[in-house]
Nanobody
């Protein structure tokens, strides 16, 4: 069994910052790209940032220059540093990755955390 657990959500004033963390645990052989998504009430889930196995990173245009994603392969974790937060970024933030429990990726598990709520009040 494998799982992702997020932490670090909370309430922050506009212009403030938060750091989210996500750690994978269980019977893990390898971890694919690790990403952060968010879903605001009444809206679809959207990609925020992704850290590829290659080391490349990609960000949604709306967060470029303010958010930073970083992964630690030794700790099997990925963090999201969020600066200059706006009220529109109130959402539940989810960590996602694909985990291989054996050498073969054919049976890789697509894993989602339960989410970390970030609230930026108006």
């Amino acid at each position: 069994q494998v799982q992702l657990v997020e932490s670090g959500g909370g309430l922050v004033q506009p212009g403030g910052y938060l750091r989210l963390s996500c750690a994978a645990s269980g019977s893990i052989f390898s971890i694919n790209d690790m990403g952060w998504y968010r879903q605001a009430t009444g809206k679809e889930r959207e990609l925020v940032a992704i850290s590829a196995r290659s080391g490349n990173t990609n960000y949604a245009d709306s967060v470029k220059g303010r958010f930073t994603i970083s992964r630690d392969n030794t700790k099997k974790s990925v963090d999201l540093q969020m600066n200059s937060l706006t009220t529109e970024e109130t959402a539940v933030y989810y960590c996602n990755t694909q985990i291989a429990t054996t050498r073969s990726w054919r049976a890789a598990i697509d894993c989602w955390g339960r989410g970390a709520r970030v609230t930026v009040p108006s």
